[in-house]
C-alpha cells in the first residue's frame, strides 16, 4: 500500500502561483511514476502530469504545457506540481496518484486531493 496526501491547495487570483505537494509513505516511493490530475466541478477527472519513478521524466496535459512543473525528491517521498500563470478553468481538485504503468496511465493509488480554486 502507499499512502498519498496532498496539500498546497487554496484560493488564488488569476496570474497567481500554488506550489502543490504530494506525501507518500508506506511501499517503496521511489518505485512508482506518479502523476497529477484534476477534476473541475460538474467535470469528469482528468490527466495534468506524469513523472517517471526518477524524475527524469515529465509530460503534460496541453492545457497546461509551459505553465506547470512538476518534480519529485525521493529523499523525502515527496512530488511537487509548480502552478503558475493560473487560471480560472484550473480550478479543480488537485489528486495525487501513484502509477502503476507510464504508458497508460493506469493508477495503483490515489490521493484524497486537494481544492485549488482560482478567481477572476
Known amino acids: 500500500q502507499v499512502q498519498l496526501v496532498e496539500s498546497g491547495g487554496g484560493l488564488v487570483q488569476a496570474g497567481g502561483s500554488l506550489r502543490l505537494s504530494c506525501a507518500a509513505s508506506g511501499r517503496t516511493f521511489s518505485n512508482y511514476g506518479m502523476g497529477w490530475f484534476r477534476q473541475a466541478p460538474g467535470k469528469e477527472r482528468e490527466f495534468v502530469a506524469p513523472?517517471?519513478?526518477?524524475?527524469?521524466?515529465?509530460a503534460y496535459a496541453d492545457s497546461v504545457k509551459g505553465r506547470f512543473t512538476f518534480s519529485r525528491d525521493n529523499a523525502k517521498n515527496t512530488v511537487y506540481l509548480q502552478m503558475n500563470s493560473l487560471k480560472p478553468e484550473d480550478t479543480g481538485v488537485y489528486y495525487c496518484?501513484?502509477?502503476?504503468?507510464?504508458?497508460?496511465?493506469?493508477?495503483?493509488?490515489w490521493g484524497k486531493g486537494t481544492l485549488v480554486t482560482v478567481s477572476s
Open positions: 496518484a501513484a502509477l502503476s504503468s507510464w504508458s497508460t496511465l493506469a493508477v495503483a493509488y
Open positions: 513523472i517517471s519513478w526518477s524524475g527524469g521524466k515529465t
